[in-house]
């Protein structure tokens, strides 16, 4: 009798054992094997997204930083212009000059000049506008223009005319802007 009870026994617990078997292996690939492809792909796109967002998140910094350094930007811009943008007086100053050591070396006479201050603007720069008649033969008339636009201070011609003069010469009026440079 304990024989068969063994052997009942022991039939019970293989059958136990190959429903455990196949219990684990219904679970394994109905369930497991789904949520393990699940995770794969949830891992993926979390990859993906974070590779996507180190650009941003370096941005992110450098604009923090810009923010930081915005207030001291300001004094800085304030203080340049304290120190550096010259005043009415040098700039007419340099404009003069210019002109006049322009005259000299071209051979040409100075009959008009006249200087226009712009008002206050957005640029931080000031510029000076200057209308100038000179008189005197073309090529002298040339060089003076020529001598005007690639002097050392930043000058733009904005207009260009010749005129008979009243002398043999012609007459040229030309008209550019001084920009003050610091």
């Known amino acids: 009798m304990i024989a068969t009870r063994r052997k009942l026994l022991v039939s019970i617990l293989e059958v136990l054992a190959v429903v455990l078997v196949l219990l684990d292996l219904v679970v394994y690939f109905g369930v497991l094997s789904p949520l393990k492809d699940r995770v ?5 796109r979390h990859s993906e997204s ?16 810009y923010a930081s350094e915005l207030p001291t930007a ?25 002109v006049s050591k322009l005259t000299e070396g071209s051979g040409v006479q100075l009959t008009g000049i006249g200087y226009k201050l712009e008002p206050a603007h957005k640029n931080p720069l000031e510029w000076l506008r200057l209308d100038v008649s000179v008189e005197g033969g073309f090529k002298s008339l040339l060089d003076f223009a020529h001598g005007l636009e690639s002097a050392d201070a930043f000058v733009v011609i904005r207009s260009f005319t010749l005129d008979l003069g009243e002398g043999p010469g012609l007459n040229l009026r030309l008209g550019a802007d001084l920009y003050m440079t610091p």
């Open 74 to 98: 300001d004094t800085q811009v304030h203080e340049f212009l304290k120190k550096h943008v010259p005043s009415r007086q040098r700039g007419y100053s340099t404009a003069t000059g210019l």
């Open 50 to 65: 974070s590779a996507s967002l180190a650009p941003e998140q370096s941005r992110v910094a450098l604009l923090a930083r």
């Open 40 to 44: 794969q792909s949830e891992q993926k």
